[in-house]
């Protein structure tokens, strides 16, 4: 049995949306609306594995969905809707609980970074959330995910267990009449020249919601100005910028803003640099602000827009869940078949 193609992906309500953000998922989550059957969730289950307070997380759920339409997803053709609504997450990712190995887990880098020192007093949930990301994928058994390059091992842990789940099941999976594998092994999509873009203030550092420095990133929700006076102040060195890629070796902050130029403008780094090849910082960056301004203005503009009737953007995620839904139940019937479980 071929599975078809279905995109999912899914970007977590902890506030302070950033160009990353946008660049690295949402700009092409919007991309791949024309050609795929997409599911965009916004993963609140995810964002309370470190504290939330409640009246935030509630706006920050509202905000990322108004990001999401307000960059160009269409609810209608799509499905757009919050994890929590739809049961099937935390149910599938039990059942991954007790499919994936603490082996497996404590390879993690992002929990090591996000655990800190102090690994005895982060969450359960902290540690478990790469299961609960690949349930988010596989309830829906879809097939690509677009992601920045900082998902990548995340990916690789729900194929691993895809294909773990595929292999202890594979006499029931047949038997139900699955054919050789219930889940496809879902692939990364991580391409573009803005995979992993950098801080405005250190091109050693990722561009992160939780750097303590608002000049580190644009926000989705800044203004002209402060966009203006984010790029003026971003760190670069003091040569001009190359014509060839070459020339960026060694050069963080100059490859940073090549690369944002070349994701906003829709072409590659190459291309940029054939074009400002030579040019001071200074004209680079009147050109960047120029660009970016064009770009995330109208953005920023819906977004206040959607989130001035916080009623329709709920109205847009109960629909976008009873959708999800309908898809989750099939699965997880399946699922409980697979494994033996008694349905209701
Ligand atoms: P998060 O806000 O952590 O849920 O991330 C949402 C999406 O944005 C994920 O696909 C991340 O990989 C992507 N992302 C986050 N930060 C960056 C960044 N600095 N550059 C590119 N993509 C990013
Ligand atoms: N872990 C992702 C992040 O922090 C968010 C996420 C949760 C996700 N579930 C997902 C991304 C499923 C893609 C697919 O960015």
Redesign the pocket.
């Given at each position: 049995m071929t599975i078809p193609s279905r995109v999912f992906?899914?970007?977590?309500p902890?506030g302070n949306l950033h160009l990353?953000?946008y660049?690295?998922?949402i700009q092409r989550f919007v991309a791949l609306q024309d050609e795929h059957d997409c599911l965009y969730c916004v993963?609140d289950l995810h964002a309370i594995t470190v504290w939330q307070e409640p009246a935030e997380l509630r706006h920050n759920i509202r905000e990322v969905t108004a990001a999401f339409l307000a960059a160009g997803i269409d609810p209608k053709k799509h499905i757009v809707f919050n994890q929590s609504q739809v049961a099937g997450h935390s149910e599938l990712a039990w059942i991954f609980n007790c499919v994936a190995r603490m082996g497996w887990l404590n390879r993690m880098t992002q929990f090591k970074e996000k655990a800190g020192k102090n690994r005895e007093n982060a969450s359960v949930g902290l540690f478990a959330y790469p299961n609960l990301m690949a349930a988010d994928i596989l309830l829906y058994r879809a097939t690509h995910v677009p992601?920045?390059?900082?998902?990548k091992q995340h990916l690789e842990l729900s194929r691993d267990i895809a294909q773990k789940f595929n292999n202890d099941f594979a006499a029931s999976i047949a038997e139900n009449g699955f054919g050789e594998m219930f889940f496809p092994l879902p692939e990364p999509l991580i391409a573009g020249p803005?995979?992993?873009?950098?801080s405005l203030r250190d091109g050693k550092a990722?561009?992160?919601?939780s750097d303590p420095s608002d000049l580190s990133r644009i926000n989705l929700t800044d203004d002209a100005d402060t966009i203006a006076q984010k790029i003026r102040k971003a760190r670069t060195d003091p040569d001009p910028l190359p014509a060839v890629s070459d020339g960026l070796e060694g050069r963080p902050e100059a490859a940073n803003l090549a690369g944002i130029y070349a994701a906003l403008a829709g072409t590659d780094v190459p291309g940029v640099l054939a074009e400002f090849g030579g040019s001071q910082f200074s004209d680079f960056k009147k050109a960047l602000t120029d660009l970016a301004v064009e770009k995330l203005a109208p953005i920023n503009a819906e977004m206040r827009r959607y989130l001035a009737d916080p009623a329709e953007i709920d109205r847009i995620l109960a629909d976008g869940a009873d959708r999800a839904s309908v898809l989750a139940e099939e699965t997880m019937g399946a699922v409980k078949d697979i494994i033996g479980l008694i349905r209701h």
């Open positions: 992906s899914g970007v977590q902890t990353g953000n660049l690295g998922a993963v992601v920045g390059e900082d998902q803005a995979t992993r873009v950098m990722k561009m992160s919601k």
